[in-house]
């Protein structure tokens, strides 16, 4: 190309390229590999932490994938089980109860974990490819639980599947319209979303505190002394389908998650709405040209990211929490994850999909339950868990600045071609 | 010319008288709110109700004189106002008197807002240089551990802030790095660091002080003790109540916003900190080194910010445990948004949020749940404030942009 | 004025710049004496922005030398040339709108007191006392904010004057300025070459080089093409040198035959993204089969009433009818359902969403239709099999419907907003500088299209910066001056001739 040479208009090329556009150059560039490596780093900088504090970070890291049940996908071959209802066998210990099951076990709970962070990963997600940064997920799925906590125990006698629906249902709108505040102040006033969600994420944090807390409208009349909300109805609860119930075995909010991961990917790419929502997060201004109403794809693109993370809220409720008190309220973290969860895997429906299976199992493996305090002290892993996660945020935006290098000196490549770039800059 | 000057001149009158009226409307709406409360604990719920409409007639011709932020103000006060007078002449003397006993109030309002006052004029560093730091959170609780965590190792409170103040300027200049040298997304770093110092404290608290937390003896910053007791009459001894033993970080938050004050809207390094927030370009092309402003800007930010946190954990409670922060860094970013980006401003939002917090402690003694509710108060408001419903909170012009050197 | 004796206070010799696929500056010679205004003349895109960059030091050249005061110089960066006593006003002003007009003077050489206090009071009246030393009207307590754009201009002056500077380079000052600012800003250039402060001057303003200027440069296409004294230069023959003999690109054509009106503009007035009058009541009106050419120099209000005809920008007053229908502040949707087809001006900002794949940038408009899509949901083998289909037809190379339009040529990404355009058999075509940045195969390509849509009866509305473009294309010349049409002419209207209204000859400056 030879257009002008870019000082002709000073102020071009001044502001930063959206998230949106910065994201999908990543993608272009670098496929799988930065990921991986940004993953790889973070953990190794993790084990220099535990080897720092006089621990070994191999046993600890062996000890924590133990706790995983990733290790059930080592254990293909080894076992032949029935499949319920047919005559067909499956080489996978599918029987919890089994001796050799205990990675079975623990997979059902890594996965009852990657049900959350796909649906808070996908509400960053959506969000980032319309160019808006949801630092929100936290709150909107703190909503979805709470509307699905109350829905979930009101109506007692209602038909369970429909009492599900609606549960769940009503929880999505929630989100969709907690998120969709963000959206509509970005769309009419201008109001930058990560301000506005962070403080919708407070908003919803002491609002559900004071419903479910001590005299709170929505507290259990069962027993006033502690802060929770009632029990979900048992009509309310959701299926499991792998594992034993009474064991927090593995619900079909694991298939709604995988239907979500589903229907992100086709939104984005077969709809209309998903061209509208990428045109506007790449190129607002060309958007508009095309006959795009901007305004509206902020507020759907909120809507639709809060909706995702209030079905999640919802489904760990309906699925193995059954209620909610001041204290899950407090220490919940899953739609912050999310953020991790959606940057790690580049906004990409298979990305979400396994960077939300990675922050599943270690959450899991550095569980109180599956850790040996002899080997590592839980309460240590589980913040090592959040410094790995700290890692791999910051190293996200380190592969941006990988990538520009990249690009620059590219450029520069071809600027000495025909005369070299000014040497000196104004300091 | 002459004829625009003197159109400008009446112009300028005009937004004076309606400025009055609005400021008129905010202290009847004042003293509406007062007499209804101890002691005057007014029980005729006339007055209060009629100040507060008169408050909010006020407001609203204010508003349609043009004077937009204190005119809404004004409505909003008074509109409270008549809330207030039927809540409070609705609930028993013996009530009212126990939660609103004004020198305990205050002096809570101060330990709670001294906290958020660090973080707040820490944030405004960083922001007026152009960096976003949604990070205040992670820097004051890095300060809160490291501080307890050197001030128990060497007896010495003193220590501890000076440790406190490296922890907080470590993870400043990692934020600073990745966003001003990488030029990494303002936010997605800020977020980093949040998590980080939440897993590195935790993890050091855990692997230092084990399930046993921090010893009950740990040198604690040491409260002022003035003689304010020996002014006669009953306002000594309010003063004496108030500001009569007061930490010595709140004194020092006074003097923070003095000086935060002075340097930031009275020396050449504040106008060029201001400078390089709103236009950098503008700044580079006169010399001055963009980078280096930004970088001491974050710098000084993630120091305060831990200054904050110190003052959490070794002035105010004595003890750390996990994320001991529990979001003030948060409310900190709401009190500096809200103040618009000043010193004052920031101060008098944390002033504000600092008094709701004092009086939601003591409002159980009424009614638990409505006290919880007070505590979103902060975010409500703010988020009230960037919509612009009540006067816009304009940001500088360049925060959060990267700056590329040309 | 400048007497033969003045001393040369700068000299450029030889000095060359090249950019990837342009020779920006060839071999340019240029000199400054003490006490002149000197005025670099040229068309857009004539080297003079980069001549100047390479002397404030924003650019190293590649080859040629500076003296200052008869020493050689090598800058490496702004800084360098502050120091040499070179001040720069910018077209877009480096000043900080929240702040005062002393504090945005002052920044960075503070006067001090108490050692480390900023002393307003001094400069404050530093300020003023340099004001009035050049006899500056302006108030150093003012925010740059509500000041006239005339004096944020004074501000950037004395900003230069300030850090010593006795060489200013003032490049296109009075694009922003109303005339009678323009003449308030040749007051102050006056005074300050009668204090011993020399002038560049850049513009392509023919009026304001005469009124002005001691002595003017011309360049052309990178080249400096003669520097003749005020006494005895004529606006003709100015601007003979300035838009030159070139062959001009003839575009085989039929004699047009207008149809109905399809496009009708009436007493349109918009204003730009600051608020001032970009557009001041204009009318005209494109039949289908005709080809209507708006010329103009850049930031005459083009792009405006451009933004205003296609729905992205709201009127201040008038009518915008496309067949029979009326558009006007309607958005792009309504305007593109009405039947316009818009190449527009820049690519990358608008016409294209860089990102995404070229098949998906040709559906940008007819993504909610069939059949692209049905009840919102999109068929990509559709829009990829259309795209194919497209891509072939215009001959677009360099990747294929699933390629990212950021991997293409500019003259393949363009040939890809035409082919979008066209495809949609819109009734009016507005090309707002189609053929920027592309090389003459393209060039000819858009040129022969834009033709044969005509010849199928579609109105074409052209807005070009290039005199040839327009010369070539237009069966009628509209042209555009300070947001006013100026004029109409036949296409065999002389350069001379068009380039003299473009740039305001004949037309007498308002005074107040």
């Known amino acids: 190309m030879s257009d002008q040479p870019a000082i002709e208009q000073p102020s071009s090329g001044e502001g930063p390229p959206s998230p949106a556009a910065r994201l999908g150059a990543l993608q272009r560039a670098g496929g799988i590999v930065p990921p991986i490596l940004t993953a790889l780093l973070a953990f190794f900088v993790g084990g220099i932490v535990v080897a720092a504090s006089g621990h070994n970070p191999l046993t600890t890291y062996k000890e924590i994938f133990a706790g995983t049940g990733l290790n059930w996908f080592l254990q293909v071959g080894s076992y032949e089980v029935g499949l319920p209802f047919s005559d067909a066998t499956v080489w996978f210990p599918w029987e919890t109860n089994d001796i050799n099951s205990e990675a079975a076990f623990n997979l059902q709970q890594t996965l009852l974990l990657w049900v959350p962070l796909v649906m808070t990963g996908l509400a960053v997600a959506f969000a980032f490819r319309c160019g808006l940064f949801n630092i929100g997920g936290q709150g909107q799925y703190i909503v979805g639980a709470g509307v699905g906590v109350w829905v979930g125990s009101s109506w007692v006698d209602m038909n369970p599947g429909l009492h599900i629906v609606l549960a769940i249902g009503l929880a999505a709108l929630a989100g969709a319209f907690w998120a969709g505040i963000a959206g509509f102040l970005k769309a009419t006033v201008g109001a930058h979303e990560v ?212 690009a620059r000196a590219k450029r520069i490549g071809r600027g000495r071609h025909s005369g070299a770039p000014v040497a000196g800059t104004p300091t | 010319m002459i004829a625009r000057a003197e159109q400008a001149g009446a112009n300028v009158d005009r937004l004076f008288a309606a400025r009055n009226l609005a400021i008129a409307g905010i202290a009847v709406s004042a003293i509406g709110f007062w007499i209804v409360l101890p002691p ?153 660091i949040n998590f980080l110092a939440l897993g590195v404290t935790g993890y050091f608290f855990v692997d230092v002080y084990g399930e046993l937390g921090t010893p009950s003896e740990i040198p604690r910053i040491p409260d002022v003790h003035l003689p304010l ?53 503008a700044a580079d092309t006169v010399g001055i080194n963009v980078y280096l402003v930004r970088y001491a800007s974050v710098t000084v930010s993630g120091i305060l910010a831990a200054l904050g946190g110190a003052y959490l954990s070794i002035g105010f409670l004595g003890s750390f445990n996990e994320n001991m922060t529990a979001g003030r860094g948060f409310i900190a970013l709401a009190a500096l948004i809200f103040g618009a980006w000043r010193p004052f401003g920031a101060f008098s939002a944390a002033l504000l949020f600092g008094f709701s917090s004092a009086l939601a402690q003591r409002l159980p003694e009424y009614s638990g749940s409505a006290a919880t509710l007070f505590q979103a108060l902060p975010y409500v408001l703010t988020l009230i404030a960037v919509a612009g419903v009540i006067g816009r909170s304009i940001p500088p012009a360049a925060v959060g942009r990267p700056y590329r050197k040309q | 004025m400048a007497e033969e004796a003045a001393p040369k206070v700068l000299e450029l010799k030889g000095i060359t710049k090249e950019f990837p696929g342009i020779l920006a500056n060839d071999r340019i010679d240029f000199d400054l004496r003490r006490g002149e205004v000197h005025a670099l003349l040229g068309e857009n895109g004539a080297g003079k922005s980069t001549l100047m960059n390479i002397l404030y030091g924003l650019y190293s050249p590649d080859s040629g030398e500076i003296l200052v005061k008869g020493k050689p110089a090598r800058f490496h960066g702004p800084g360098d040339a502050i120091e040499a006593g070179i001040g720069m006003v910018h077209q877009h002003f480096m000043l900080i709108p929240v702040m005062s007009v002393a504090e ?306 500019g003259g393949n990404q363009q040939k890809v907003v035409v082919a979008r355009e066209v495809e949609r058999d819109p009734r009016v075509l507005l090309a707002a500088q189609p053929t920027r940045g592309l090389d003459v195969g393209a060039i000819e390509f858009v040129h022969r299209r834009l033709v044969e849509e005509r010849d199928q009866g579609r109105a074409i509305m052209l807005v070009s910066l290039e005199l040839d473009e327009i010369l070539s294309l237009s069966d009628r010349i509209l042209v555009m001056f300070e947001g006013e049409v100026v004029g109409e002419y036949s296409p065999d209207v002389t350069p001379e001739e068009l380039g003299a209204a473009m740039t305001g000859v004949g037309r007498e400056q308002v005074v107040a």
């Not at chain 1, 240590?380 to 890692?391: E, H, R, S």
Request: hydrophobic share 50%; charged share 20%; net charge neutral.
């Open chain 2, 229 to 281: 007791d020996k002014i006669p009459t009953g306002i000594g001894t309010f003063l004496d109540d108030v500001f009569g033993q007061m930490n010595l970080m709140i004194w020092l938050s006074f003097l923070l916003l003095i000086v935060s004050y002075v340097v930031m809207f009275k020396t050449p390094v504040g106008l060029r900190i201001r400078a390089v927030g709103e236009h950098p370009r």
């Open chain 2, 40 to 192: 005057l604990t007014q029980r005729s719920l006339v007055w209060p109700v009629a100040l507060g409409i008169l408050g909010t007639l006020f407001g609203i011709a204010a508003v349609s004189r043009g004077v937009k932020r204190l005119g809404w103000w004004a409505v909003v006060l008074g509109i409270a106002s008549i809330g207030l007078g039927i809540a409070a002449t609705n609930s028993s003397v013996g009530h009212l008197d126990s939660v609103v006993v004004w020198s305990a109030l205050f002096a809570s309002m101060l330990r709670y807002a001294t906290p958020l006052t660090f973080a707040a004029i820490g944030g405004m560093f960083s922001e007026r240089s152009g960096v976003v730091n949604i990070a205040l959170e992670g820097m004051m609780l890095a300060g809160a551990f490291f501080g307890i965590l050197a001030a128990q190792k060497s007896g010495s409170w003193a220590f501890g802030l000076v440790a406190a103040m490296g922890a907080g300027a470590a993870l400043a200049l990692i934020h600073a790095f990745f966003s001003i040298h990488l030029r990494a997304d303002q936010i997605v770093s800020g977020t980093a």
């Open chain 1, 195 to 406: 301000i506005t969600t962070i403080m919708l994420n407070w908003i919803a944090y002491w609002i559900w505190i004071f419903a479910f807390g001590q005299g709170g409208p929505l507290q259990n009349k069962v027993n006033e002394s502690v802060p929770v909300s009632s029990d979900v109805a048992e009509g309310a609860k959701l299926p499991v389908f792998w594992g034993d119930p009474l064991l927090q075995g593995l619900h079909i909010g694991f298939i709604v998650a995988t239907v979500a991961l589903v229907a992100y990917w086709l939104t984005l790419t077969r709809t209309t709405l998903g061209y509208e929502v990428r045109a506007v997060g790449f190129n607002p201004e060309a958007a508009r040209y095309g006959g795009i109403n901007v305004a509206r794809s902020y507020i759907l693109a909120m809507a639709i990211a809060g909706m995702f993370a209030g079905i999640g809220g919802a489904l760990d409720i309906l699925g193995w929490q059954f209620r909610l008190g001041v204290i899950d309220i407090q220490n919940s973290a899953i739609g912050f994850i999310g953020i991790a969860v959606a940057l790690l895997g580049r906004n990409t429906a298979i990305g979400v999909a396994l960077s939300a299976l990675l922050f599943g199992a270690l959450l899991n493996g550095t569980s109180t339950r599956n850790l040996d305090p002899e080997v590592f002290q839980p309460e240590l892993a589980g913040n090592l868990t959040l410094m790995i996660q700290a890692l791999v945020v910051l190293f996200v935006g380190a592969d941006l600045l990988i990538l520009a290098l990249w």
């Open chain 3, 104 to 409: 945005n003077i002052v920044l960075a050489t503070e006067p001090r007191k108490a050692g480390f206090l900023l002393d307003e009071d001094t400069a404050m009246k530093r300020v003023e006392d340099l004001a009035d030393t050049f006899r500056f009207r302006i108030d150093p307590h003012a925010k740059v904010e509500n000041i006239s754009v005339g004096q944020q201009q004074r501000v950037e002056i004395l900003k230069a004057l300030y850090r010593g500077a006795d060489v200013l380079i003032l490049d296109e000052p009075t694009a922003v300025l109303t005339p009678q600012e323009a003449l308030e800003l040749f007051a102050i250039l006056r005074n300050l070459t009668r204090e011993g402060m020399s002038v560049i001057f850049i513009t392509h303003k023919l009026n304001e080089v005469l009124e002005i200027a001691d002595r003017i440069t011309v360049l052309r296409r990178g080249k400096r093409i003669d520097s003749v004294p005020k006494a005895g230069a004529t606006e003709d023959h100015l601007a003979r040198l300035m838009v030159g003999r070139d062959v001009l690109l003839r575009v085989e054509k039929k004699a047009p035959q207008p149809g109905e009106t399809l496009l009708k503009v009436e007493n349109v007035s918009v204003v730009d993204d600051r608020g001032l009058p970009a557009v001041r009541g204009v009318s005209f009106e494109v039949k289908a089969g005709e080809i209507v050419g708006i010329a103009g120099v850049d930031g005459n209000g083009q792009t405006e009433l451009i933004d205003a005809i296609t729905g992205l920008r709201s009127l201040e007053e008038g009518q915008v009818t496309i067949g029979g229908k009326d558009v006007t502040n309607g958005n792009a949707r309504r305007v593109l359902d009405a039947g316009m087809g818009h190449i527009p001006e820049d690519r990358h900002r608008r016409g294209l969403v860089l990102d995404f794949t070229l098949a998906e940038n040709i559906a940008l408009h007819d993504y909610r239709e069939e059949p692209d899509s049905r009840f919102g949901w999109l068929f990509p083998k559709r829009l990829i099999a259309r795209a194919r289909r497209l891509l072939k037809a215009f001959d677009v190379r360099g990747g294929g419907p699933t390629t990212k339009a950021s991997a293409l040529s």
